[in-house]
T-cell receptor, first 111, second 112 residues
Framework: EAQVTQNPRYLITVTGKKLTVTCSQNMNHEYMSWYRQDPGLGLRQIYY???????DKGDVPEGYKVSRKEKRNFPLILESPSPNQTSLYFCASSTSTDTQYFGPGTRLTVL | QKEVEQNSGPLSVPEGAIASLNCTYS??????FFWYRQYSGKSPELIMS????GDKEDGRFTAQLNKASQYVSLLIRDSQPSDSATYLC????????????FGTGTRLTVIP
């Protein structure tokens, strides 16, 4: 089954404690992206990757890091999370001319 | 800052009616336009894409694009209660769907 998986689905953490949200896709897509979704602000792109070792900033990259060492994986790293990073996070993948397939989402709370 | 504006709603329509969802965008260079549907607590899923001026129909859904007016809309005919969701408009600054800018979404409720 074609899918994008994210882990964990829910996470409660404290300010400053480094965390990683994993994202994996089994569709051999070149493009992967991370978004955050906040009430009243909608979905905003954090980072995207056009292929292995190729990443670029989206609309709201501050406080986040990404890496793309394998085609299927695109982890999102929060080196020092803060409460304003409390949000719902989605990973997505696509081919260059196709729709984006979204993962199930990760609800992060930073206390 | 590339802006995509949608009326947040909520928009309520009776079952069987036509639901009309609207979206405007600020970047005149935008080339690809998408409508995503998001059920509460779920991830967005693509329902329509449109790349050139005019109408594009897919079943009960019709997307309309007017680049001169920087306006894209989604019509849902014969609305069903299962269409109740938030509809997200998204645009890309160039062809392809790897870099998307979303509107805040319009919540649609179809009343049985």
């Amino acid at each position: 089954e074609a899918q994008v998986t994210q882990n964990p689905r829910y996470l409660i953490t404290v300010t400053g404690k480094k965390l990683t949200v994993t994202c994996s896709q089994n569709m051999n897509h070149e493009y992967m992206s991370w978004y955050r979704q906040d009430p009243g602000l909608g979905l905003r792109q954090i980072y995207y990757s056009m292929n292995v070792e190729v990443t670029d900033k989206g609309d709201v990259p501050e406080g986040y890091k990404v890496s793309r060492k394998e085609k299927r994986n695109f982890p999102l790293i929060l080196e020092s999370p803060s409460p304003n990073q409390t949000s719902l996070y989605f990973c997505a993948s696509s081919t260059s001319t196709d729709t984006q397939y979204f993962g199930p989402g990760t609800r992060l709370t930073v206390l | 800052q590339k802006e995509v504006e949608q009326n947040s709603g909520p928009l309520s329509v009776p079952e069987g009616a036509i639901a009309s969802l609207n979206c405007t965008y600020s970047d005149r260079g935008s080339q690809s336009f998408f409508w995503y549907r998001q059920y509460s607590g779920k991830s967005p899923e693509l329902i329509m894409s449109i790349y050139s001026n005019g109408d594009k129909e897919d079943g009960r859904f019709t997307a309309q694009l007017n680049k001169a007016s920087q306006y894209v809309s989604l019509l849902i005919r014969d609305s069903q209660p299962s269409d109740s969701a938030t509809y997200l408009c998204a645009v890309t600054p160039w062809g392809g769907a790897n870099n998307l800018f979303f509107g805040t979404g319009t919540r649609l409720t179809v009343i049985p």
